[in-house]
């Protein structure tokens, strides 16, 4: 199950999907919540699915879940039984499924692109945390602490039919050790790794990124590595970080270039739709594979994205 080497077989570039929590609250969600986008699922499931759907018409080759702030602790915490958390959690999987099938059942959708995968997210204990621990990696927990919290998930994500694992947004290479580990649990299964990074250089714990990707280079089942939810600016000393210690395929989708006040909880700055397209084509020529957008980009950055991949095919 590795949706990633087939379409790269055939095709020079993947085109990803953009942001899905910041998306939905331009859409008027409220996600000042604990389970942030994961809320969506609980109370208006049918704007996931509509989102997933305008990705795909916009050009994307993969649509990413709402499982990156789901999990079991968080679902209970607002009083729903662990059976309910763990239907939630597939649901994310269902809303995916049933937009990538509704849209490729259109056959003037098939022309030039290959049938796009749904990539269920695996976002880091910290995100569960939902007080910036996510973008630190300072959460205490070791190895194995770190297998049992992301087990259920996993198992849940799994079962509900998804192509890929998405195990994004991490902070630290533990937490990617340990997920890797956790995934010879289910030898069928296959996953991205995608850091966040605090500069050109190391995540955002502070490893070196060149190191992370060495670790993890031995591993059959990681499809391939890369950076997410990173300024753009850093993204192609990153690339060149990766390709020195590996030949997976690297896969990148950096913020739309504003940067997020924590103090007043707001963005700030200017992330263009043109200037993210024209970045993003400096991002294949250091070597990405796979290319998409996180936090602030839309179905719009997706579109100028996949317009130039396609001409480019």
């Known amino acids: 199950m590795n949706p990633i080497a087939s379409i790269l077989r055939d095709y020079p570039l993947i085109v990803l999907d953009g942001a899905l929590a910041t998306e939905l609250e331009r859409r008027g969600c ?42 079991v602790e968080g679902f209970t915490r607002r009083g729903l039984a662990p059976s309910e958390a763990l239907a939630l959690i597939q649901r994310s999987v269902y809303l995916a499924r049933e937009a990538r099938d509704a849209f490729w059942a259109d056959p003037a959708h098939r022309v030039s692109r290959p049938r796009p995968f749904v990539a269920a997210s695996v976002g880091p204990y910290g995100a569960v945390l939902a007080d910036g621990s996510e973008y630190r990696g300072d959460y205490d927990l070791d190895e194995a602490a770190l297998i049992e919290f992301h087990r259920p998930r996993l198992a849940a994500l799994l079962a509900a039919g998804l192509d890929i694992l998405a195990c994004e947004t991490l902070p630290r290479l533990l937490e990617a050790q340990a997920l890797v580990r956790l995934l010879a649990e289910f030898p069928e299964a296959s996953a991205w790794i995608s850091f966040s990074a605090r500069d050109g250089i190391h995540t955002c714990h502070g490893e070196r990124l060149t190191d992370c990707a060495a670790a993890l280079d031995a591993c059959p089942q990681v499809a391939a590595i890369g950076v997410n939810c990173t300024a753009p600016q850093y993204i192609p000393a990153l690339i060149d970080a990766i390709r020195a210690a590996t030949n997976k395929p690297i896969v990148v989708y950096p913020n739309s270039g504003e940067v997020y006040d924590t103090t007043h909880h707001r963005w700030q700055g200017i992330g263009t739709v043109a200037a993210f397209a024209e970045q993003a084509r400096e991002w294949a020529a250091h070597g990405a594979r796979i290319i998409g957008g996180c936090c602030r980009t839309g179905p719009e950055h997706i579109r100028a994205l996949a317009t130039w991949v396609r001409a480019s095919r």
Do not use: F, M, N
């Open 30 to 71: 409220d996600l000042r919540d604990p389970l942030w986008s994961a809320k969506v699922l609980l109370e208006a499931p049918e704007l996931i699915r509509q989102l997933h759907l305008d990705y795909l018409l916009a050009g994307a080759d993969g649509v990413i879940t709402a499982s990156y702030q789901a999990s």
